[in-house]
């Protein structure tokens, strides 16, 4: 079963830094998987921040573009999202997300992981 962890938030001032991180496990070696940051404020709907899918394309949403960058460590199955130059808008619990697709030989049916969340304030 995947597992997902995220660590890494906090509150900040404005104008400044955070770097988040996410943990996965339980992958399946032959199944391939995208992975991407969602963000929930107060009062609001689940929103996309950044993803990068298996083939190391990556997107952000334009609320973040210039300002948070996301990587992974596929060795060591974890995914980040730096945060530069944050907003009070940007306060929110942030999630991280998995979805498993097919590999490049093998059917795997998809199916969407998240974690648990971590939260992000930041202060004006």
């Known amino acids: 079963q995947v597992q997902l962890v995220e660590s890494g938030g906090g509150s900040v001032q404005a104008g400044g830094s955070l770097r988040l991180s996410c943990a996965a496990s339980?992958?399946?070696?032959?199944?391939?998987?995208?992975m991407s940051w969602y963000r929930q404020g107060p009062e609001k709907e689940r929103e996309f921040v950044a993803g990068?899918?298996?083939?190391?394309?990556?997107n952000y949403a334009d609320s973040v573009k210039g300002r948070f960058t996301i990587s992974q460590d596929s060795a060591k199955n974890t995914l980040y999202l730096q945060m530069n130059s944050l907003k009070p808008e940007d306060t929110a619990m942030y999630y991280c997300?998995?979805?498993?697709?097919?590999?490049?030989?093998?059917?795997?049916?998809?199916?969407?992981?998240w974690g648990q969340g971590t939260q992000v304030t930041v202060s004006s």
């Open positions: 997300k998995t979805v498993r697709r097919s590999g490049s030989r093998v059917i795997c049916p998809r199916e969407d992981y």
């Open positions: 339980g992958y399946t070696s032959y199944c391939s998987y995208d």
């Open positions: 990068v899918d298996s083939n190391r394309n990556i």
